[in-house]
């Protein structure tokens, strides 16, 4: 049997709509914030669900991304052997934290092991890409790179560079809150106007470029500066309870920068040091929290993206 974790993502990063993504992992080791797939040979295909989760699946296993990771995976490699899937939900639905990349992550990347690597990583990440768009309507990288490779990725999505690392600040802390809520990635597209004049492409181009340079340049003020979501923000705010007096009360604490996590409705805040994190993290249970599912978490960037957990025989 194998078994591997995939973490959650932050997908868009404000700044860079549809071509930054980074993979984020809890300060605190034994909090969970990824799924788990074990995958072992069977003589007749078997899906189960377990995990937090779990009930928010659908009952069909057809409907399960799991199984479509499956059915595209054997397709590729030309295999009729079966499997037996346990997914492990601990990743909440529609939640903007990449959750249907991290089980399409964590279930074609064990696959690939149990059957001994047949696809390298560029191919395998093609897939990942592919069934992402059976769920959002459309291929998108920016979730399924970081929780598959790790670190911050900037998506290029050509035949031959799918994804490039790019580097962040370590001392970066992420404080995410998912409220309790669904927000469907598909809704949250709907929103966005088909045209942007041109006076927002060229700042969007400038900030953007500004976040890169200061990557690379090691500028944490200049590259937290730039973090501003002219894009989607402006559309998707009203989808998003008060998230317009939540940026400010934020920033008064001491957030360097703020912004929806993907599609929502999980916002991130940035902090520079913890004590501001913590206070953060505060905030948003007090303030943003709906229900008792939802959460908030202080992170770092998960520098390793999926791993293996453990192989049985």
């Not at 993504?21 to 914030?33: C, R, W």
């Not at 089980?103 to 696959?111: E, G, H, K």
């Amino acid at each position: 049997m194998i078994k591997v974790y995939a973490p959650a993502s932050i997908g868009n990063l404000g700044v860079g709509f549809d071509i930054l993504g980074a993979s984020i992992t809890p300060i605190k080791n034994k909090e969970l914030l990824g799924d788990y797939v074990s995958i072992k040979l069977s003589n007749l295909f078997k899906l189960t669900n377990s995990g937090k989760f779990s009930k928010e699946l659908p009952k069909s296993y057809k409907n399960n991304i799991a199984w479509k990771a499956w059915r595209l995976f054997s397709k590729k490699i030309k295999t009729k052997k079966n499997v037996h899937i346990t997914l492990e939900k601990n990743l909440p639905i529609s939640s903007g934290l990449g959750s249907s990349a991290s089980s399409i992550v964590s279930t074609l990347v064990a696959l690939n092991i149990l059957f001994k690597n047949p696809l390298d990583k560029h191919k395998l990440l093609y897939l990942m890409g592919k069934i992402e768009k059976d769920v959002s309507g459309g291929i998108h990288y920016d979730n399924v790179a970081p929780s598959y490779l790790g670190g911050v990725r900037l998506i290029i999505n050509n035949k031959k560079n799918i994804s490039q690392k790019i580097p962040y600040f370590k001392d970066w802390f992420w404080v995410i809150s998912w409220p309790g809520t669904k927000l469907s990635t598909l809704e949250s597209r709907l929103v966005l106007p088909n045209t942007y004049s041109k006076k927002t492409c060229i700042q969007h181009s400038k900030n953007i470029s500004c976040f890169i340079h200061a990557s690379y340049t090691n500028q944490s003020n200049l590259a937290a500066s730039s973090i501003k979501d002219i894009i989607a923000e402006p559309f998707r705010k009203k989808l998003i309870r008060n998230f317009s007096q939540h940026k400010k009360n934020i920033k008064k604490i001491g957030s360097i920068a703020y912004g929806i996590s993907g599609s929502g409705p999980t916002i991130f805040s940035i902090c520079d040091n913890k004590k501001t994190a913590k206070k953060i993290k505060k905030y948003f249970l007090k303030n943003y929290v709906e229900t008792k599912k939802g959460f908030s978490f202080i992170c770092k960037i998960d520098s390793i993206g999926a791993r293996t957990i453990g192989i049985k025989n």
